[in-house]
């Protein structure tokens, strides 16, 4: 936490904490038989996958925010679609939400990117820095 940005719960700073905002997304998708149409470097979706929950971490004494269940077999479904067995050395790029400075090492081991609490031992070793191993491009918002 930067002392100047000011606390807002815990050791979580202003800068670690996104507003809430509106945002969006966008993926224009064709036939994969058409796909030379519009482009000469087509990209192919190997899988889609949407698990919902009941989001009842938050009221679930019992839950310690280590983990989005949701997140996690979304992404071993869509793995499973994929014929990906290691994401960590198969996926050449991810992007993920991070609107807590914690989630984004929450998710990387959800994804498989990291085993199970040994994301924040990555983040400090580098693997994710923009010359690491699995350099990671960080996003606003």
């Known amino acids: 936490m930067t002392p100047a940005a000011g606390a807002v719960a815990g050791r979580l700073g202003v800068l670690d904490c996104s507003g809430v905002s509106d945002g969006s997304a966008c993926a224009?998708?064709?036939?994969?038989?058409d796909a030379d149409k519009y482009t000469d470097r087509p990209m192919y979706v190997k899988a889609l996958s949407m698990v919902a929950g009941p989001a009842d971490g938050p009221i679930d004494p019992g839950y310690d925010y280590t983990t989005f269940p949701e997140v996690a077999r979304c992404a071993q479904d869509a793995y499973q679609q994929a014929g990906v067995g290691d994401p960590r050395s198969e996926i050449s790029f991810?992007?993920?939400?991070d609107c807590f400075t914690p989630t984004e090492i929450v998710l990387m081991e959800d994804m498989g990117f990291s085993g199970r609490g040994q994301a924040w031992s990555d983040v400090l070793d580098g693997t994710?820095?923009?010359g690491g191993e699995l350099r990671s491009i960080p996003t606003v918002g």
């Open 28 to 33: 224009l998708i064709a036939r994969a038989e």
């Open 94 to 97: 991810a992007e993920v939400h």
């Open 128 to 130: 994710f820095d923009l």
